[in-house]
């Protein structure tokens, strides 16, 4: 992410009640039929204990990373075989204490799925100790830690994987105003947005690289928090800055804004010129066989291909925005130019 995010007190309600005129940004649907495999980025796994016997250890290594809609394989490789035994992958679920999702279970012959994640995955095996999962067409929710494990009796092993969908975190609130969603409320305009409500490893990785934010929103979790990069005196300036958080919030009663993620979209963002109201903007998007843009989709483009259109556009939230990938070489130039010195999609 390059740059940090300013807040601009813009709300969709006072868009769409007055007679405004601003451009129209559009999502077109471009679909692909084909994916690729991701390649595995990797951080020391420190959490084993005790020597495996029957699998090996990521080498030195328990992370991948991919992005929505390509396909990613869990690294999980026999070191040798009991005379019987089976594979079983589940995904672990933190928040669910108790809970597993199981995903595969396997022995040397034959595989069962299970679930929704189960019906989009298979074991790679490449070869006679290869019991590697590999997920397709993958979504935001696949994100989180994975199992496998070596089922044989008394000498049960497992190793768990880290599947980490690259992204981008976006700060979303309600367009009566700040403070406005419940945790079930911000959870839904996420997923409105063509996102998830964040994690906090997404919030945390968001902040370093740049994400500076005044306003508290939910995490997936129930709790709440924001990321200050340059204290202020309107955001608590005398704390250091960093992730600061309200803690686990009452998720039925409860309200601030929300913090979404969103990742690649098979579509792409383009710009109308023009002078257009909201309900006109909708129109000249649908002349082009498109659709007005969610936040998520704009972000994505901002984020993955770059975009960079120094004109405010309708989304369809009702919301003004718009990206800027490349800000002037001061704030001042930046402004006459009508882009966001922060270098990030604005409201």
Known sequence: MSGHLEHLNFTAGSDRATPFIMNCAVILLLTSSCFTWSSAIYIPNRAATSKLKYLLEPPVYAEVVARRGE?????????????QYRVKWTKLEPENA???????????DASKPYGHLGARAS????????????LRRLLLDDEGRYRCELVNGIEDESVVITLRIEGVVFPYQSEAGRYRLTFHEAKQVCAEQDGTL?????????????LDWCNAGWLQDGTVHYPIIHPRPACGGELLHGIRSYGAKDKDRDQFDAFCFTS?????VSFISGSFSFEQAGHACQRQGAALALVGHLYSAWRFQNYDQCDGGWLRD???RFPSATPGSSAEESLKQGCAHSGSPTR
């Open 198 to 210: 964040a994690s906090y490893g997404q919030l945390y990785r968001a902040w370093t690289e740049g």
């Open 98 to 108: 108790g809970r597993e999702n199981i995903i595969m279970i396997s022995n040397a």
């Open 123 to 134: 074991l790679r095996r490449a070869h006679t100790m290869d019991a590697s999962l590999r």
């Open 318 to 320: 009702g919301s003004v």
């Open 264 to 268: 690649q979209t098979s579509g792409s």
């Open 71 to 83: 396909n990613a394989t869990l690294p999980c490789i026999l070191r040798s075989k009991p005379s």
